[in-house]
């Protein structure tokens, strides 16, 4: 097939520069739905390709490749080509970009949160499932992608998919209100030898290498990223060791001080295809990883935990088995440990509470190991008129297999930290929590029925059966709509549910215990969606949502005489909001874009504000590209109107706005390209929201002004 001429420039603006045989609005979307229905020719595919990155279609929605303005979901897509034109520097940049979705930061390890549509935790983050390739990473012990995760590169992504609401009847536990599938790169993403590195604020450093071709009949496909920061430094003016002094007149307290975000990454992976079969392996290592603003909101710039991740997962699948059956099957494996040396600083030297001194600080440092093994098939049949049909099932074995305790003190019965003098290994005293298995079986079907030329009626359902807590159906049902070649409506409802944590069913602590009798959180969501094509240089997209969550787990205080808290299912919340998309192709050089989210969350026990997430949020950007080398791209992500919870007397969170600025020069010098990334370029005081009741008063200081320079050298 002969190749479409491409803008010297057009891999930062695939959108804008790269031209495409579909001359008229109508012809370009006739394209789209052959490829939709799997009748498109493998030219028609090569030129969405050319021309979107293939943007236009998104997987998780259904678990097949479709189109994204008619997936059965409110979903985004994000190509490496913008990843790119952003300046991305890792994971959290990109996800900071997508409508109705906000990266907050836990102020241990300040490991991100990911908020959508007003639904996050502050210091884990169970309601979004985190897959990579299609594989769940969650980790058990808190219920969401753990410490691994923490600034994930961006060089071996092909895409992010993102679906907002809930994904339970597809993926089952924790797509509750959000799904986030990060897609690596195979052999036809990195055809031939590309490295490079960079350097810049914060002592930060990086250099990768990856390489895709052919070996014999395989593809392959390797990649290997090192990198390290010291982190920001920016002050925390107080914290809980300050209340505890006011307390006991000690002064231990490191604050004011800095915060401690320093770290080491390794991250590697490598992908094997032939035929139908794939093979993906993948390695993570975060080292040296500081505790942020400590692991009890006490500054710790000593203590450095370790966390570690192996995946590998073999897949076949061929959508073509017979006339009209296709079958895919997969079988993962997850490796996870997170571990600290037995001097993790609960509290600073000299602290002092109601049951004693801690000359040398109070110390707990707990260590985990998990393992999981996933094993699903699914199949789908065409033979009905009109209908495409997709079954499935699975079993998991999640198996929390170790545990390390190390502590300088004992919890009494009265839940009092008794100081104990040395530290020792208290795994078999009293541990913070004891080995546990977990396994799940489950069955899903989905329907897609074209039931008039213009209408599907997408219907999903799936049960899962837990070990530990019993069995959960959750439905979906979407009705999508091409009112036009240029509108597409959708009205979509689902349910969806998070499982209890191991921490929160069998964590021993006699300040927060466990609770096997558990059960499940649970939403009901009901959208509606527009999507609007303006020929071939404008789309807008808008969502309206609303929702309703039972079951809500929180730390609920033990009835007198008995200390502590347990968590239970006591909370109820709900929410509405909308989300709104634009992007216009200002010339064949300037691709204009952003959106905006607007969300309202209520407790229903306060009849308040569920707290902490952003009122509105707005993101836009501008990509111009001024010369055949060059492009210049800014953008501006503004964070507006957090109020606290009921029980958080403190101040309204501050509203703030930053501005990043992204130069970027393509083969200035042979095969080399350039870039030049500046973010927070001016310099704004930006907070993330801390615990209630305030220990660290003054929330979560993100990072100052910050530069990077990066190089890269591609032999295509």
């Not at 495409?20 to 390709?49: Q, S």
């Not at 505790?291 to 009890?296: D, I, M, P």
């Not at 500054?299 to 296709?326: C, F, K, M, Y």
Request: glycine letters at 10%.
């Amino acid at each position: 097939m002969a190749k479409h001429p491409i803008h010297p420039f057009a891999r930062y603006f695939p959108l804008a520069t790269r031209s495409t045989p579909c001359r008229t609005p109508k012809a370009f979307l006739c394209g789209l739905a052959l490829v939709a229905n799997g009748a498109a020719a493998t030219d028609i595919e090569e030129d969405l390709a050319l021309a979107y990155g293939d943007k236009e279609t998104v997987s998780i929605a259904t678990g097949g490749a479709q189109l994204l303005r008619r997936a059965p979901a409110v979903a985004s897509v994000i190509t490496a080509e913008e990843i790119a034109a952003m300046g991305a520097q890792n994971l959290d940049d990109v996800l900071e970009s997508v409508p109705g979705l906000h990266v907050s930061r836990a102020s241990v390890r300040y490991a991100p949160i990911y908020a959508i549509r007003g639904v996050a935790g502050l210091q884990s983050n169970p309601q979004v499932l985190m897959l990579q390739d299609g594989i769940p990473m969650t980790t058990m012990f808190t219920g969401d992608k753990g410490a691994a995760w923490i600034e994930v590169p961006v060089e071996n992504i092909a895409r992010v998919e993102v679906i907002r609401g809930p994904g339970s009847a597809l993926y089952g536990a924790d797509a509750y209100v959000g799904v986030i599938n990060v897609i690596t790169k195979t052999a036809a993403d990195t055809p031939g030898t590309e490295f490079g590195g960079g350097a810049g604020s914060f002592a930060g450093w990086k250099a990768w290498a990856q390489h895709g071709g052919q070996i014999g009949p395989f593809d392959v496909a390797a990649y290997i990223r090192l990198g390290s920061s010291e982190g920001s430094k920016e002050i925390i003016e107080s914290d809980a060791q300050t209340r505890n002094d006011i307390l006991f007149g000690t002064h231990a307290s490191l604050a004011p001080g800095a915060i401690n975000t320093g770290r080491d990454l390794i991250d590697a992976s490598l992908y094997l295809g032939y035929e139908n079969w794939r093979l993906r392996a993948g390695y993570k290592l975060r080292d040296n990883l500081e505790t942020g603003a400590g692991v009890n909101s006490a500054l710790d710039p000593t203590s450095t935990g370790r966390a570690e991740e192996i995946n590998l997962n073999a897949s076949w699948r061929n959508e073509h088995v017979s006339q009209n059956w296709g079958l895919g099957v997969t079988a993962s494996y997850l490796h996870y440990n997170f571990t600290y040396p037995d001097n993790l600083l609960l509290l600073p030297a000299g602290a002092q509470l109601a049951s004693g001194t801690f000359p040398n600080g109070m110390i707990g440092s707990p260590n985990q190991w998990e393992r999981q093994f996933r094993f699903s098939g699914h199949a789908t049949y065409a033979g009905f008129d009109d209908h495409s049909i997709r079954l499935g099932l699975g079993h998991d074995d999640l198996d929390l297999y170790k545990t390390r305790t190390y502590k300088n003190y004992l919890q009494n019965a009265a839940g009092a930290s008794i100081p104990t003098g040395p530290v020792i290994d208290y795994s078999n005293i009293q541990p913070f929590i004891r080995p546990q298995l977990r396994t799940v079986d489950y069955v899903y079907a989905q329907d897609e029925w074209r039931f008039a030329p213009d209408w599907t009626l997408t219907a999903g359902l799936r049960h899962d059966r837990y070990s530990d807590f019993g069995g959960t159906t959750n439905p979906r049902l979407a009705l999508v709509w091409d009112a036009n070649y240029a509108l597409t409506a959708k009205l979509l409802y689902g349910e969806a549910f998070r499982a209890p944590s191991f921490n929160e069913q069998y964590g021993i602590n006699a300040v927060s215990n466990g609770n096997p009798d558990l059960t499940p959180e649970t939403i009901k969501t009901l959208e509606a969606a527009f999507s609007w094509q303006g020929g071939k240089d404008v789309q807008i997209n808008l969502s309206l949502f609303k929702y309703e969550m039972r079951d809500i787990i929180r730390l609920v205080a033990n009835p007198a005489p008995t200390p502590g808290s347990t968590y239970q299912n006591t909370a109820a919340q709900h929410g509405s909001g909308l989300e709104l998309e634009a992007i216009w192709n200002a010339s064949r050089n300037l691709r204009l874009s952003g959106n905006y989210a607007w969300q309202r969350s209520i407790d229903d026990a306060t009849g308040r504000d569920a707290g902490y997430v952003p009122h509105h949020h707005l993101y836009a950007r501008a990509d111009w590209g001024f010369s055949n080398r060059w492009s210049l791209g800014g953008q501006v992500n503004w964070v507006a109107d957090r109020e606290r919870t009921a029980s958080d007397t403190r101040p309204q969170i501050d509203d703030y706005a930053t501005f990043d600025l992204n130069l970027r020069g393509a083969r200035v010098a042979g095969d080399w390209d350039v870039a030049v990334v500046a973010r927070n370029l001016f310099d704004a005081d930006a907070r993330e929201p801390s615990l209630a009741p305030g220990t660290i008063a003054n929330d979560l200081p993100l990072p100052g002004r910050s530069v990077f320079l990066e190089l890269q050298y591609r032999t295509k």
